[in-house]
């Protein structure tokens, strides 16, 4: 091999690897240049508190189509656990926590039900939660009388527009922001570092030192930006501490226990996943309860963000979070796709929601340019795939 080839060679493959952040940041650059408020403390900090219960079940979401399954019935589910919430604590004056217990309980039942009929009785998750999606958002209206309610008691409204601040002081900025930024960075260097060595024990391809540091850097100083800027606003998002702790959860799940290799082994192969002793029935149930268990936790963050349940609450919300996993490099067919890519592709799909509003885009612009990146990120994976040899 050429010089030339073996600098390519790994640039290129770490390019492939890293191209949906490489999106991103053009993406982002492209808004700023275009309306210098689109970097501002304060907008960042409105992304982060109106996108995230995207990103919540852009994470349920990823798992279920890595089984090679669908859920098209999330948004229903977050406006029905909304509205139970909604009717507990607005109407009948239970106890704020008590009315999230209640909403989370319906997220459970409702993935179980959908989960029964996929993994025992053999329907499609298409078709059954393509049902759900009807079932649910009619029961939200039911529960609500076809009618909004809000406000929701001061504690649960701060679930979603709350923030830690001043904890550790700071002059113009928060420190306790910076330091949790600080400390997610060098988790983060560790973690990386440690699968580095882990694909070099199994004699596994990686990128060079260089690219592997340059790319630590960039990361890390951008994350450190992010997290100065939202010290100078109004601090740390309760909303996004929550969504630490799912990422840290769910990172574990997917990469260290046997339920989360499961879920792996049977989106890219059921029938030899079953042949290995995997019970696939169960691991397709579970997926399911969990999807619901997160629909929930989105259905209590967004109803908490809007200060009210509406019967009309999670319209679309399912195509923003499908399209997020694909967008970050799920794969059609199952067995493929990463939390952080999800993680990603949420991203994006937020910022490009965010970009096109400052610039006063109309919804159906929104709509236009979100399925266009949408089909171009399906494309660009059969493209990767035909060229693997893959079908």
């Known amino acids: 091999m050429s010089l030339k080839e073996r600098i390519r060679t790994p640039f ?34 409105n992304i982060v508190l109106q996108y995230s219960y995207i990103l919540i079940l852009a994470i349920g ?7 090679g399954q669908i859920d098209l019935s999330v948004g229903s589910v977050v406006a029905l656990t909304g509205a139970v919430a909604g009717v507990l604590a607005i109407k009948n004056g239970v106890p704020w926590w008590l009315a999230i217990l209640a909403a989370l309980a319906v997220g459970l039942a409702v993935g179980a039900f959908q989960g029964f009929w996929v993994a025992f009785v053999g329907i499609p998750g298409f078709i059954v939660t393509l049902a759900g999606m009807l ?8 529960v609500l009388d076809n009618v909004s309610l809000s406000p929701f008691p001061n504690e649960y409204y701060t679930i979603a ?32 570092f440690r699968a580095r060595l882990r694909r070099i024990e199994n004699k596994q391809h990686v990128e060079s030192v260089g690219l592997f540091v340059a790319k630590i850097v960039v990361i890390g100083a951008v994350v450190m930006w992010f997290g100065y800027k939202l010290s100078t606003s109004r601090g740390l998002p309760f909303i996004l501490i929550l969504l630490g702790v799912l990422i840290l959860i769910y990172q574990v799940v997917t990469q260290k226990t046997a339920f989360g290799r499961s879920i792996y082994a049977i989106g890219g192969n059921k029938e030899a996943a079953r042949l290995s002793g ?12 969990n999807m619901g268990l997160l629909c929930a936790i989105a259905g209590v963050a967004f109803s908490a963000r809007m200060n009210g349940a509406q019967p009309g609450a999670g319209n679309m919300f399912e195509l923003d979070a499908i399209a997020a996993c694909f967008i970050g490099g799920a794969s ?60």
């Open 12 to 45: 290129r493959n770490s390019l492939q690897q890293s191209g949906i952040l490489v999106a991103l940041i053009v993406i982002v650059i492209f808004f700023a240049l275009l309306n210098p408020n689109f970097l501002s403390a304060g907008n960042l900090t």
């Open 61 to 67: 979401m990823l798992l279920v189509i890595v089984l």
């Open 135 to 142: 079932l649910f958002r009619g029961m939200t209206y039911q």
């Open 161 to 192: 527009n709350g923030f830690l601040n001043g904890l550790l002081g700071g002059d113009g900025y928060d420190v306790f922001t910076i330091i949790i930024f600080a400390i997610a960075v060098v988790g983060y260097a560790v973690s990386q």
């Open 278 to 289: 995997i019970n696939v029935r169960s691991v397709t149930f579970l997926t399911y309860v």
């Open 332 to 391: 059609t067919t199952g067995g493929t796709g990463r939390i952080a890519g999800a993680l990603i592709g949420g991203l994006i799909m937020a910022i490009l929601s965010n970009g096109m509003q400052l610039m006063g885009a109309d919804t159906s612009t929104q709509q236009i340019v979100k399925g266009l990146v949408l089909l171009l990120a399906v494309a660009f994976d059969v493209f990767n795939r035909r060229r693997a040899g893959l079908r």
